[in-house]
């Protein structure tokens, strides 16, 4: 088809989403706010995927799009077997358990598979260009480092007929034992956060940790308020002094800075019990009053 005009693009995307996009227009400009129900969409959580896997039920053929997110554990071969007919595949771990992977390729339909924060998977697990013949797009991203090589080493030939292939932040076993209770992981070769502002990043982390741990567990409850204040202070002038070194503090680290002090009182939380929402305000208070970030 000739072009419509020859100016350069100033956007880009992938896949073509151009029909989905038309669509919701119309939807909205007729007045219509909520997305309907399509048969052949489907989202899951991880604990809700594993509850349904776990009924006696028909095979849900009309699936062609399955998401699942927040995945703790996931048997593949339970999922290809309720799921036969997924041509669009996204599974996002929390550093979860994918087992028996290989059971993928008996997916003929698949196109596109992303697969992100999940692991257990090995070389055998690979998939097979003769089996899922139909795939174009394979997105890896902090998997183990052993499933990403053979991934990569067996559908390298297949990029130059088209197909995508991105593997990022592969990862070794001891990585996965030493981050598993981190919230900041996903920083460790973010692409404007070197290794060293990583380091430091969770050594801080670490030490406002074992602070607010030491002191809901052994200070009174008058004490508590006062010194997480402080503690969120000194967590927020910190890293306001990492920030001024390389600028890497933007709205994404922001709120995931928020968010590791949340867990931390969540953690304590589950150890001493709950009722730490003041100690919890307190703390976030303490790095909101210095923050430059």
Excluded at 42 to 55: I, K, R
Excluded at 96 to 112: F, Y
Excluded at 148 to 170: C, D, F, H, K, Q
Aim: hydrophobic share 40%; with cysteine; glycine share 6%.
């Amino acid at each position: 088809m000739p072009l419509l005009h020859d100016k350069p693009a100033n956007s880009w995307a992938s896949e073509w989403n151009l029909g989905d996009q038309l669509a919701r227009q119309r939807r909205w400009d007729s007045g219509v706010r909520e997305d309907p129900v399509i048969a052949w969409k489907a989202e899951y959580t991880g604990e809700t995927v594993n509850e349904f896997l776990s009924q006696s039920a028909a095979p849900r053929s009309e699936v062609t799009q399955l998401t699942i997110r927040d995945i703790d554990s996931l048997d593949c071969a339970q999922l290809v077997q309720r799921f036969p007919g997924v041509a669009r595949l996204h599974l996002h771990g929390r550093l979860g358990l994918l087992s028996a992977a290989g059971e993928l390729n008996r997916l003929a339909s698949l196109q596109g598979i992303r697969i992100i924060d999940l692991f257990g998977m090995t070389r055998e697990d690979r998939l097979q260009p003769q089996c899922v013949a139909k795939l174009e797009s394979v997105d890896l991203y902090s998997i183990p480092a052993e499933y990403a090589s053979a991934m990569r080493n067996i559908w390298r030939s297949e990029i130059p007929a088209g197909t995508y292939v991105s593997t990022l932040r592969v990862r070794k076993p001891e990585w996965v034992e030493e981050n598993r209770s981190n919230p900041l992981r996903d920083w460790d070769g973010r692409e404007q956060i070197s290794a060293t502002t990583y380091k430091m990043a969770v050594t801080q982390y670490k030490t406002t940790r074992k602070a607010i741990l030491q002191v809901l567990a052994a200070e009174p409850a008058d004490i508590q308020l006062t010194r997480a204040e402080e503690i969120g202070c000194a967590y927020g002038e910190a890293f306001n002094q990492l920030d001024r070194r390389s600028g890497f503090i933007e709205t994404v680290e922001r709120e995931e800075l928020f968010a590791a002090l949340h867990h931390i009182v969540n953690e304590a939380e589950a150890l001493y019990g709950p009722g730490l929402e003041d100690a919890r305000d307190s703390l976030i208070s303490g790095a909101e009053s210095v923050r430059d970030w």
